[in-house]
């Protein structure tokens, strides 16, 4: 049955009381998810974020999740805030709209191109809308470059105040490793209730809008693992502009900050295709000053265990030290940001498992929204530090160094770590 509300009536409110009431506090979900009508004269959608397909320094994809006919004209006006005002004629970019499944909504898009880098943006939806505001990414490398990464969110009030708390960073954008909403690839509540409440939140000081990044996670999916695309609809109907026929991809801002984006199994199999493809990517940017890889499945996890089972089963991770891990190694990747365990974490730098000067960091593990206890230290060896608690992690770029700050969910910084220059690739330890 396809959950179809009137039209006009899709976007009006904001789930009210969401932040203080665990899950959907109603008795009947889809209530929150019907809201008051609108008319044209304030058409502001509830589900609006902003995304990237491509160079985050020239474009800008401007999302949302309505009805058709609950405005007029979808057309998306943009300016450059510094050479235009109302009275000028804006860049007009029409949207397409496109289903969202299972639903009779549909997903409105509008890619913006040839845009300024480092520049303040305003736009609006057809002719009444607010007026909302973007930046592009910088051309060039700078001592200012910060953005939000984390997994695991929810829509429950630790996931709302990680949003609330992110924003205050004021970052560049935010990047989630995967479990966003919970939705398990069937639940249109769930992944609606997800994008309201990062587009109520995830707004800078200035009411700049904070584009979001995402890679898949098994709570996209039907099912979790081993499934076609279509087990994953919200996602890739949301997403599809950067993933548009596999689930891994990159996203290369300039030549100074690549995200290589993975799939640990969900849609995709860690062996084969997509490791000959993650070797050809790390190899085309070995050179490259910030690489970072994001997963959700960890190579390294925090809670649950790595190791084999006594039936055979193999360990967490199992798939990515096998086929992935080598090639970070190989190719002098820093950094690689996981998550799925819902614990804070941070590896020691690792070399075939061991601790090294020139290793590679992991990160992780995914509890801007959902927490488990970790396991020991001295049983996990490889890990430097881990807690249970809600997290997402600030990182700033700064010359040839790399700054990495926990920050739990009232605003206090739990870890803080560096990642340079890695200046070999796999170079083993004697330990």
């Known amino acids: 049955m396809l959950f179809s509300p009137s039209r006009r009536t899709f976007l009006g409110a904001s789930f009210v009381g969401l932040a203080s009431s665990p899950f959907f506090a109603a008795d009947n979900p889809i209530a929150e998810v019907i809201p008051r009508a609108f008319d044209d004269a304030a058409f502001a959608p509830s589900t609006l974020f902003l995304t990237w397909q491509r160079?985050?320094?020239?474009?800008?994809t401007i999302q949302w999740v309505g009805t058709t006919g609950e405005t007029s004209d979808t057309t998306i006006s943009c300016w450059n805030s510094k050479d235009a005002?109302?009275?000028t004629l804006p860049k007009k970019t029409p949207t397409t709209a496109k289903p969202y499944p299972k639903t009779d909504f549909?997903?409105?898009?509008?890619?913006?191109?040839?845009?300024?880098?480092?520049?303040?943006?305003?736009?609006?939806?057809?002719k009444n809308s607010p007026k909302y505001k973007f930046r592009t990414m910088p051309a060039k490398a700078n001592d200012t470059i910060h953005f939000i990464s984390g997994g695991d969110c929810g829509v429950n009030p630790h996931a709302i105040a990680n949003n609330i708390q992110a924003a205050k960073q004021d970052p560049m954008f935010a990047l989630i490793g995967g479990d966003l909403g919970y939705d398990d690839g069937k639940s249109v509540e769930v992944s609606l209730a997800f994008l309201r409440n990062y587009s109520k939140h995830m707004v800078g000081r200035d009411g700049r809008l904070i584009p979001m990044i995402t890679c898949i996670g098994n709570h996209e999916v039907e099912g979790g693992y081993n499934k076609p695309r279509e087990k994953a609809p919200f996602f890739y109907s949301l997403f599809d502009g950067l993933y548009p026929e596999k689930g891994y991809s990159t996203l290369d801002f300039g030549d100074y900050l690549s995200f290589v984006?993975?799939?640990?199994?969900?849609?995709?199999?860690?062996?084969?295709?997509?490791?000959?493809?993650?070797?050809?990517?790390?190899?085309?940017?070995?050179?490259?000053?910030?690489?970072?890889?994001?997963?959700?499945?960890?190579?390294?996890?925090?809670?649950?265990?790595?190791?084999?089972?006594?039936?055979?089963?193999?360990?967490?991770?199992?798939?990515?030290?096998?086929?992935?891990?080598?090639?970070?190694?190989?190719?002098?990747?820093?950094?690689?940001?996981?998550?799925?365990?819902?614990?804070?974490?941070?590896?020691?730098?690792?070399i075939d498992e061991a601790a090294s000067e020139n290793g590679v960091l992991y990160l992780g593990d995914g509890s801007w929204g959902r927490l488990r206890t970790p396991g020991r230290l001295e049983k996990l060896t490889y890990l430097a530090a881990a807690s249970r608690d809600y997290h997402m992690s600030l990182h700033r770029i700064q010359g040839e160094e790399r700054f990495h700050l926990a920050i739990d969910e009232h605003g206090k910084v739990m870890d803080v770590s560096r990642t340079g220059q890695r200046k070999k690739g796999v170079e083993r330890t004697t330990e």
């Open 55 to 60: 160079d985050p320094t020239t474009t800008m």
């Open 261 to 350: 984006m993975l799939d640990t199994g969900h849609t995709t199999p860690i062996a084969g295709e997509q490791a000959d493809w993650l070797e050809k990517t790390l190899k085309a940017r070995a050179d490259h000053p910030n690489v970072f890889v994001v997963n959700h499945v960890p190579a390294y996890p925090s809670f649950r265990n790595p190791e084999a089972s006594k039936s055979g089963k193999p360990g967490t991770g199992d798939g990515n030290r096998k086929h992935w891990v080598p090639l970070f190694q190989k190719y002098r990747v820093p950094v690689v940001l996981e998550h799925h365990d819902h614990t804070f974490k941070r590896t020691k730098p690792l």
């Open 106 to 126: 549909k997903v409105f898009r509008a890619e913006l191109t040839g845009l300024t880098p480092g520049a303040d943006y305003e736009f609006r939806i057809g």
């Open 85 to 87: 005002t109302w009275t």
